[in-house]
């Protein structure tokens, strides 16, 4: 392989726009009904004096990153722009020219610490990296008319553990021949979560909310869409979540292929989610749900996730950390108390799903037991650069199946202008459709077929990735 391409970083600019939710989001304690979405657009510059622009997109959802209640929505906007402008001074003041996964892990561990000392935990600081690194790698992609697949086989990124001063337990790892053999996806499942707040039928739905003729209901949102993969929340609360499943097992009786659980740090202790998961396996009613369940996702708070061995529960469910994958060994730490999943999700950085992946690889050679595995998750994704992104890093990574459900809770692209809606459609045309006056993610089956991702750049097509960018607010 030829020595990947080495640049400077000129410019990183921020954008947003807000994005109104057209049913309410229910996760934890936290609801959510709009929220402003952030755009990145990097430009880059090699030795021959040639530049390259590329960009990214992601949702600033509250109360994720950081669950602190004495937290506004506000400040959690705020913590988030507060690490992009952090990685962005860190990224364009360097002044080596460097691969794209030389930026990310030069920059790695100083942006972290960072952001602690400003009062940032590891999540919410990664979250301008994670961003950045997106739009640098478009921009790499764009130059070499190289799609985002064929340039992570081809490890165009430049990904050497050895040497990087992260991820050592891989230093020993045949990552090019790993990237090489991944084996990118036509088609995948949208696997639909059920929020705390929704409803279940038609019948649940409160009077007069979302008279827009797309579906309120999980009974209406299965017969549109035909979903057949499905991720349930969890409130923590013994009793109303018993009732809740026994509600949803009827509406997904006969329908149900996968489902996963997801515990939202709801749970204080290991014994306080093993109380209600013996009611949950012991309950006849809901047998059919617990055969199709296929692993439950961070059922500890993450200030306990890591404290707690989780092996004697992990013997009768495959337990996952999302939250508490904070940094890019913490599934290293939650293997060793009895984990065997970790979550994909663009938030987190693309460089840490490839890390947990490769890892998923090594231990599942070497080592006897329950297979480790990689599951891609949403962060209420939205139509765009967002869900394009997201899609071909899980495609390329081989997933069979990825929560969506920005689709569900927001009206497509409707915070978008027409012409941007429209230059989506024709650049995307199996991905979206357009309906109820906006063009949305297309889902049919429950499948999205992802044929147009396998284009130049991170599964942008052009620079601007066709984004109306001067009819969005700049910040700083």
Known sequence: MDEPLRFHIDEIRFSERDVVLRLPFRFG???????????????????????????????????????????????????????????RAAYCADTSARTAWQHFAHHYQ??????????????????????LDRAILDALLLKLNCSFAAGMSANLAGIVVRGSGLAGDLCDFDMARFLSLQMPRKQIAARHTVGLADAITQADKPAGE??????????????????????IKLSGNTEADMARLTAISHALEGVARVITLDGNEQYASAGAFADFFTQFTSDPQLAPLLACTAF??????????????VSALAKHIPLLVDESDATLDAFVQ??????????????????????????????????????????????????GLGVQQDLALVSWLGLAHVERNGHHYVNGLMAAPEAEQQNLLLAHDTLYEY???????????????LGSLDTPGFATGQADGQISWDAMRSFY
Request: proline content about 4%; glycine content about 8%.
């Open 29 to 87: 304690a936290a609801t959510v009904t709009s929220c402003p979405q952030v755009y990145v657009q990097a430009r880059i510059r090699f030795a021959d004096g040639s530049t390259s622009q590329g960009c990214a997109a992601e949702m600033m959802i509250p109360k994720w990153f950081d669950k602190n209640t004495a937290l506004s929505n506000e400040d959690n906007f705020q913590q988030l722009r507060d690490a992009l402008l952090a990685a």
């Open 110 to 131: 100083a942006l972290l610490d960072q952001g602690a000392a400003a009062g940032l935990n590891p999540l919410a600081a990664g979250y301008g990296p994670a961003l």
């Open 210 to 231: 979302a008279m827009d003729g797309l579906p309120a209901s999980l009974e209406a949102a299965i017969t549109r869409y035909g979903h057949r993969h499905f991720k």
């Open 435 to 449: 309906s109820f006056d906006a063009v949305r993610l297309r889902i049919k089956g429950g499948q999205i077929a």
């Open 334 to 383: 939650a293997r060793a108390l009895g984990y065997t999943g970790v979550s994909s999700k663009s938030c987190k950085g693309f460089y840490k799903s490839v890390i947990n992946a490769a890892r998923c690889a090594m231990w599942n050679a070497s080592s006897p037991g329950a297979p480790c595995f990689l599951s891609g998750e949403d962060l209420t994704m939205q139509a």
């Open 296 to 309: 439950v996702e961070q059922p500890l708070r993450r200030d306990q996730a890591l404290a707690q061995d």
